[in-house]
């Protein structure tokens, strides 16, 4: 009798820890299916690259700016600079000796991601779009092709700024020389500031900065992308130190947002 | 002795499963809390408080006045603002700081997320009891400011944030979607615009506006942009078209029903509308805003929250000044499918308060919580979009129903198209709607959205959308969201038979008890009986 409530009473322990052991999964699991689906959300359409590479026609940078928006491109470029890396999606910023790529929301794990220092050449396959004025690659797969490696030297565009050509140039590595830093806004109590958190100043340390400079009588307004940048870099914290009226050298990448909205990765004050 | 021995040894046992039970019930878990008898204020506390707001400044400056003004009246409460600019942002932030117990004490949040972190036990705080509590409570008698009751917020506002049969959250502001029209665009292709906008209606003159010259340019506005149509959110679209065809999306206990054959249909009509020119979305195109106020955007959905984008005179604008074009601007509802009983999606943030070990703190969380129902803080922050203060207090006060009567006065607080929009809501106030929550509901409305995306994208892209197209368009939706392995539940829902395992694992529990104390009586009789025998023979 006792070795047989001893017997049930384990069996009782062991179909305890059975069955516990599958609910607990299970709600693990879906809190983080649940995260993992918000985050992902805009990449499966039915008609996603197959990331199959056989028989693609890779096209030159010329032959890509004359393909129509929404048609399938293939591309080969270089990795210049990586901005960012989430459930298994990556935004990269790319570039040959003819022009350059932003290439959003690419497939990529997280090990591929690691493997895309800047100069790596990668095959990217996707649909060329446009989105408020940026011209890029969405629903993109890649693969990273071996041999030559390739890091651009940045042009100097600040005569460019203000034209029509200036776009012409959209996502390449730039630099822009001689700028004077202007106020970005005000500070609760009304003093001129020389940078915000956020377009209107609404946010804080982390999130994206916002600085105006001139050029002549133009004034233009450069983002610090905090993906892209975050606020352990030299050059957001380079940015919260600017000061009015000092005079600083700039590069980054020709982002576009309803305008020229350059991405700037480094500032030097030179006066 | 040996009986001790025997007895000690089942309660070891007995202890061991108890013990293994609950730890399987998880490692992370918390106490329950309840309401202190008194609130300590003789310690000091921090609590943070991760906020979102619309990348607008005046409602930064609101929550650090709130925050300010708060620590005057508890000087023992020190709070500290996290600011978001998406929901989407701080629902993986909690989520990520849930397993390690960091959440914040007090969050904005949406219903779906709560019903997230509600997977974890203790996680949220139910607030039925603080609510009611009759010191620290809704408007109780130790509260130091002057808080709404329970009866003064909007009762379809509490509803929406009760899950389970309890109060996980208390509404904050609430909003609706809006559809902002270049009136003087369709009163230039020879239509009028009505009161209710039906679908067909905005179709057809989507359609019209479509129209291009030889060189490419559209004939409506002499541009070579024009997207007729443009919705910000699409899963609301998709939702909000169901839920008007009475067609199927979810049960309330969380039954996956958004793949039917109004889908299917919807989505063939966005997707003929699409290749006319018609429509498109945020995803692909860009915000509303930008193409409505350059002149490039005949209908433009987005939240009444996002009004103090729309328009010529718009307060808030992403584009140059030269682009700028000069049009009438009329605020109605979202398009309908029967204009005589609109549905339109409920929407906007709530504010839920995450368990500690310290009920202290989590009192002080809760004060600070209710404090934001104040109508300091509500009319204040209402005044920053087209939202509505969530309770009544707020919305009849004087100082409300003059802002609500100078419409138009300036483009800056008053402007006209975002009191337009706030007025919309509160005229609409019945006709609005949720969606089910559970566990899952949150991917189920992403995938809502994902069908109008994809289909939108594929159509530009030049594929067809036929059945075969849309039946692997819902196969990889429901893979890429999990929808399959969501599990429906919900609090008084009939959960349907017990799985085999658990009926086995009881079955087998209750015949050892049984088998136990037939055991322990048998014993005790035995005894009985041997003591009387020896009595009887002493």
């Not at chain 1, 693609?56 to 890509?64: I, L, N």
């Not at chain 1, 960012?84 to 959003?104: I, P």
Request: with cysteine.
């Amino acid at each position: 009798m006792k070795k047989l409530l001893s017997l049930l009473l384990a069996l009782g322990v062991v179909c305890s820890l059975a069955g516990c052991a599958g609910s607990n999964d299970g709600s693990q699991s879906d809190a983080s299916q649940s995260s993992s689906a918000s985050a992902s959300g805009s990449q499966t359409d039915g008609s996603q690259a197959d990331g199959s590479q056989t028989d693609v026609q890779v096209m030159s940078y010329e032959e890509y700016m004359a393909a129509e928006l929404d048609a399938q491109v293939t591309i080969e470029a270089y990795v210049q600079a990586k901005q960012s890396w989430w459930e298994d999606k990556a935004t990269v910023y790319a570039q040959d000796e003819d022009g350059a790529y932003f290439l959003y929301n690419m497939v990529c794990s997280q090990e591929d991601y690691d493997k895309l220092v800047p100069g790596t050449c990668i095959r990217v396959t996707g649909y060329k779009t446009e989105w408020s004025g940026e011209v890029e690659i969405i629903d993109g797969t890649f693969e990273i092709v071996e041999g030559d490696t390739f890091v651009a030297e940045p042009l100097d565009v600040t005569s460019l700024l203000g034209t029509e050509e200036l776009i012409n140039h959209q996502n390449q590595l730039v630099d822009f020389k001689g700028l004077t830093v202007v106020a970005a806004g005000q500070d609760d109590a009304g003093n001129d500031v020389p940078f915000l958190y956020n377009w209107d100043g609404s946010g804080t340390q982390g999130d994206d900065l916002y600085f105006n400079v001139s050029v002549g009588d133009q004034t233009y307004t450069f983002t610090v992308e905090s993906y892209l940048c975050d606020s352990s870099t030299e050059v957001y914290k380079a940015v919260e130190a600017l000061e009015i009226g000092q005079v600083i050298d700039a590069q980054g990448f020709l982002y576009w947002y309803e305008g020229v909205n350059p991405h700037i990765t480094s500032i030097t004050v030179v006066e | 002795m040996r009986s001790v021995r025997r007895i000690l040894a089942v309660a070891c046992l007995l202890a061991a499963v108890l013990g293994l039970l609950a730890g399987c019930h998880g490692r992370q878990e918390q106490a329950a809390f309840s309401v202190p008898e008194e609130f300590d204020e003789s310690r000091s506390y921090e609590i943070t408080f991760w906020a979102k707001n619309d990348t607008n400044k005046s409602q930064t400056d609101i929550y650090k006045k709130a925050i300010e003004d708060f620590q005057a009246l508890y000087p023992n409460i020190t709070v500290t603002l996290r600011l978001y600019t998406n929901y989407g942002d701080i629902y993986n932030d909690v989520i990520t700081n849930i397993s390690t117990q960091t959440t914040p004490n007090v969050c904005i949040t949406y219903p779906d997320h709560i019903a997230t972190y509600l997977t974890g036990d203790n996680v949220v705080v139910p607030l039925d009891e603080l609510m009611a509590d009759e010191r620290y409570g809704l408007g109780g008698s130790e509260v130091r400011f002057d808080a709404p009751s329970q009866e003064e917020i909007v009762p379809q506002f509490l509803e929406e944030c009760r899950l389970g049969g309890h109060y996980y959250a208390l509404p904050y502001m609430r909003s609706t979607e809006a559809c902002y029209v270049n009136k003087t665009y369709v009163e230039a292709l020879g239509y009028e615009l009505p009161e209710v906008l039906t679908w067909d209606f905005v179709w057809e003159v989507s359609r019209a506006a479509a129209e291009q010259n030889a060189d490419g340019t559209y004939v409506l506005n002499g541009q070579q942009v024009m997207i007729p149509f443009l919705y910000k959110s699409t899963d609301n679209m998709m939702i909000q078209m169901l839920k008007q065809k009475d067609a199927g999306y979810s049960t309330q206990t969380g039954v996956i029903q958004l793949f039917n054959d109004t889908t299917t249909q919807l989505l063939k009509t966005i997707g003929e509308n699409t290749a006319s020119g018609a429509f498109s979305t945020f995803k692909i195109s860009g915000y509303p805003a930008n193409f409505l106020n350059a002149g490039q955007c005949v209908f433009a959905v987005d939240s009444t929250a996002g009004s103090t984008w729309m328009g010529s005179d718009a307060p808030l604008m992403d584009i140059a000044e030269e682009e700028i074009a000069q049009f009438e601007t009329a605020v109605l509802p979202v398009p309908q499918f029967d204009p005589d009983t609109p549905q339109m999606i409920s929407q906007g943030p709530s504010v839920c308060i995450f368990n500690k070990e310290d009920p202290q703190e989590v009192l002080a969380s809760w004060l600070f919580t209710q404090y934001l129902l104040t109508n300091e803080v509500q009319i204040a922050y209402s005044q920053t979009e087209g939202y509505v203060p969530v309770t009544t207090k707020a919305q009849e006060s004087p100082e409300y129903q003059d802002y609500l009567s100078r419409a138009g006065e300036d483009n800056d607080t008053y402007y006209e198209v975002k009191l337009q929009a706030v007025q919309l809501l509160l005229d609409h106030m019945d006709d609005t709607f949720i969606t089910p929550v559970f566990n899952g509901s949150a991917s189920l409305r992403d995938a809502a959205g994902q069908l109008i995306e994809g289909v939108t994208k594929a159509v530009r892209r030049g594929q067809t959308v036929d059945d075969a197209f849309l039946e692997t368009l819902y196969s990889d939706t429901q893979a890429l969201y999990h929808l399959d392995s969501i599990s429906p539940s919900g609090g008084e829902a009939d959960l349907g038979p017990l799985p085999g395992t658990a009926v086995a694992l009881l079955v087998g529990l209750a015949v050892a008890w049984i088998l136990i104390l037939g055991y322990l009586a048998l014993q005790w009789r035995q005894g009985r009986k041997k003591r009387a025998h020896l009595h009887k023979n002493g």
